[in-house]
């Protein structure tokens, strides 16, 4: 499996902006989902964007569609890196954000759904908890 490590969470006002970052390691071969999922206080765990490497679709929550953005690095120093750009953020985004991963072919939209994960239940990191308020 491989391991996981997300960052870059904090305290921001609404409206403001932050950038996660997810550093992967021990990629396995072959097709591979990623995503960010985030757990709020008293509700359960949800998908917020994930890609696929089977058919390279890309999948966002409508509640997040036009101010998140998922990036993978593109430099040789970040290309194991997944990036969760929030902008114009919510009271209601505040929540732990944890970044997955798991061998998976399949449309991305299915892998974030939480059914994608293979009986081992994929790779997460700790989470990183981000709190949008005033």
């Known amino acids: 499996q491989s391991q996981i490590a997300e960052s870059g969470g904090g305290l921001v006002q609404p409206g403001g902006s932050l950038r996660l970052s997810c550093e992967v390691s021990?990629?396995?071969?072959?097709?591979?989902?990623i995503g960010w999922f985030r757990q709020a206080p008293g509700k359960e765990r949800e998908g917020v964007s994930c890609?696929?490497?089977?058919?390279?679709?890309?999948?966002?929550?409508d509640s997040v569609k036009g101010r998140f953005t998922i990036l993978r690095g593109n430099e040789k120093d970040t290309q194991n890196t997944l990036y969760l750009q929030m902008d114009s953020l919510k009271e209601e985004d505040t929540a732990v954000y944890y970044c997955?991963?798991?061998?998976?072919?399949?449309?991305?939209?299915?892998?974030?759904?939480?059914?994608?994960?293979?009986?081992?239940?994929?790779?997460w990191g700790q989470g990183t908890l981000v709190t949008v308020s005033s």
């Open positions: 997955a991963s798991d061998a998976f072919v399949g449309g991305a939209w299915y892998f974030c759904s939480g059914f994608g994960f293979s009986a081992g239940g994929g790779s």
């Open positions: 021990g990629f396995t071969p072959g097709h591979y989902a």
């Open positions: 890609i696929s490497t089977s058919d390279e679709s890309v999948y966002y929550r």
